[in-house]
C-alpha cells in the first residue's frame, strides 16, 4: 500500500517516456514501476522541506558541472588522440571521498566515469576511488577539486 504513489507516478512518467497509451503499454509500465521500486526498496520517511529548496538548486549545479566537465574533458580526449604525438601519460589515481551514503558514492564515481578520459576501476570499503586516467601529470590536483565539489553538491542533494 505505501508505493502506490509512487508506482503511479513511475508509470505516469513511463507513460510520458513512450508516447504511447494503450492498455498493453500502461501494463508494461506498471510493471517497470514495480520492478524499480524492488531493486531501490525507497525508504519511507518524512520529506525535509526545509531542505528541498537547497537540494533542488543543488541539483541543478550538479547537472551543469557534469555537463560543463564532460564537454571540456571530450575536447581534452578529442585533442590528445587527434595530436600525432598522441601525448598521454596513464595512470591510477586514488581519489578519496567524504561521502556518507552509497549513492553519493554511486554518483559521484559515475560523475567520474562519464567524463571522457577517465574511469573508476574500483571503489574501496573505506570510500577511496581509484580513477584511471589517460593523462595523470596535473590531474591529482585538478580531480582532487572536482571531486569536492562534487561531494558538497551529493551532500547538499542526498545528506
Not at 510520458?16 to 494503450?22: E, G, I, P, Q, R
Not at 574533458?73 to 587527434?82: E, W, Y
Not at 574501496?124 to 577539486?145: F, K, N, P, Q, W
Amino acid at each position: 500500500m505505501i508505493y502506490v504513489w509512487p508506482v503511479a507516478v513511475l508509470t505516469l512518467i513511463y507513460l510520458v517516456l513512450t508516447s504511447n497509451f494503450t492498455l498493453n503499454n500502461i501494463v508494461a509500465g506498471m510493471v517497470v514501476a514495480v520492478i524499480v521500486l524492488l531493486l531501490f526498496r525507497p525508504q519511507s520517511g518524512n520529506l525535509a522541506w526545509k531542505r528541498l529548496p537547497t537540494a533542488v538548486l543543488a541539483s541543478i549545479k550538479y547537472i551543469i558541472r557534469l555537463m560543463v566537465d564532460l564537454l571540456v574533458s571530450g575536447i581534452q580526449v578529442a585533442r590528445i588522440v587527434l595530436s600525432p604525438s598522441m601525448p598521454i601519460n596513464p595512470g591510477i589515481i586514488a581519489i578519496p571521498t567524504r561521502c556518507e551514503s552509497d549513492l553519493s558514492r554511486a554518483l559521484s564515481a559515475h560523475a567520474i566515469t562519464l567524463t571522457p578520459g577517465e574511469m573508476v576501476v574500483e571503489i574501496s570499503e573505506d570510500g577511496i576511488m581509484y580513477t584511471h586516467m589517460l593523462d595523470v601529470t596535473d590531474a591529482d590536483e585538478h580531480v582532487r577539486e572536482a571531486q569536492e565539489m562534487r561531494e558538497t553538491m551529493l551532500k547538499k542533494i542526498f545528506e
